[in-house]
């Protein structure tokens, strides 16, 4: 008697091969998890760690699922030219949408707010650096020694205050960040 189509074509698979069809996605859910379980760790503080004070500033936007979702995708260390910078665990009362990293030894961290208002500096004409496809315009911010810039593209504003000594990598590192997790809009 000839194989029929349909139905007959499953019994012909052997098992093995439909227990590894079920089994991969499960697999590679669970490696996904994993890698970004290591990947993208927040600090975990130990009786010996120092809390690291950082000043909040009105974040509006800071409960936003965008904020959320770029806070939980940045990295657990920066590359600046004074070398890693590892994330921080901050002091209590935590900055709503707040992460820094550096800042040992009384060294001025790197950090970064996400929901914050519209920046006044945002005007048209503004001057803007592009980094990885993330447009950024500097605004003043009172601290000396340091810059922050503010996205200017996004569905939410972002700031890095960056101490001036270690450069403008940083935005670079966190640009990718940012275009990964937050929509893109016209600047302004």
Not at 129 to 137: P, R
Not at 177 to 183: F, S, T
């Amino acid at each position: 008697m000839p194989p029929t189509r349909g139905l007959g074509v499953a019994r012909r698979l052997p098992r093995a091969l439909v227990g590894i069809a079920l089994a991969l996605p499960v697999l590679i859910v669970a490696g996904v998890l994993v890698a970004s379980a290591v990947l993208v760790r927040d600090p975990v503080p130990d009786a010996d760690t120092v809390r690291l004070h950082v000043a909040a500033v009105p974040v509006p936007a800071a409960a936003s699922a965008d904020c959320s979702r770029l806070l939980s995708g940045l990295p657990g260390e920066i590359p600046t030219e004074r070398g890693l910078m590892p994330r921080r665990v901050l002091a209590d009362p935590v900055p709503a949408a707040t992460l820094a990293w550096g800042g040992e030894d009384g060294a001025a961290p790197i950090v970064l707010r996400c929901g914050l208002p519209r920046p006044v500096e945002l005007a048209p004409g503004a001057s803007t650096l592009d980094a990885a496809g993330v447009d950024w315009v500097a605004v003043e911010d009172g601290v000396p020694g340091s810059t922050t810039w503010v996205t200017v593209d996004r569905a939410v504003y972002v700031g890095l205050t960056i101490p001036d000594d270690v450069g403008t990598g940083p935005v670079q590192d966190v640009s990718r960040g940012v275009k990964i997790a937050l929509v893109s809009r016209p600047a302004g």
